[in-house]
Nanobody
């Protein structure tokens, strides 16, 4: 079984910073692309940032220059450094990853989601 667990959310004032983490665990042979998504109340889930297994990144225009996505492949962990936070960044943030299950040989590949972590930007 594979699990993604996010952490690092919370309440922060406008202009502040937070760092989200997403740890993947279980029977993992390899991890491909990973990403952070967010969903605000009454809105659709949207891509915030993505990163390939070789480190190429992409960002939503609204977070470019403020957020940085990174990953530690040795620890199967994804990060999102969020600076200069704005009230409109308030949302539940979800981690997503393409994971190939297995130990010695590769097994099935599937897309996995974390349970989400709340980020609230408010004074």
């Amino acid at each position: 079984q594979v699990q993604l667990v996010e952490s690092g959310g919370g309440l922060v004032q406008p202009g502040g910073s937070l760092r989200l983490s997403c740890a993947a665990s279980g029977s993992i042979f390899s991890i491909g692309a990973m990403g952070w998504y967010r969903q605000a109340p009454g809105k659709q889930r949207e891509l915030v940032a993505g990163i390939t297994n070789n480190g190429s990144t992409n960002y939503a225009d609204v977070v470019k220059g403020r957020f940085t996505i990174s990953r530690d492949n040795a620890k199967n962990t994804l990060y999102l450094q969020m600076n200069s936070l704005k009230p409109e960044d308030t949302a539940v943030y979800f981690c997503n990853a393409e994971i190939t299950r297995g130990t010695v040989i590769p097994g099935p590949r599937a897309n996995y989601w974390g349970q989400g972590t709340q980020v609230t930007v408010s004074s």
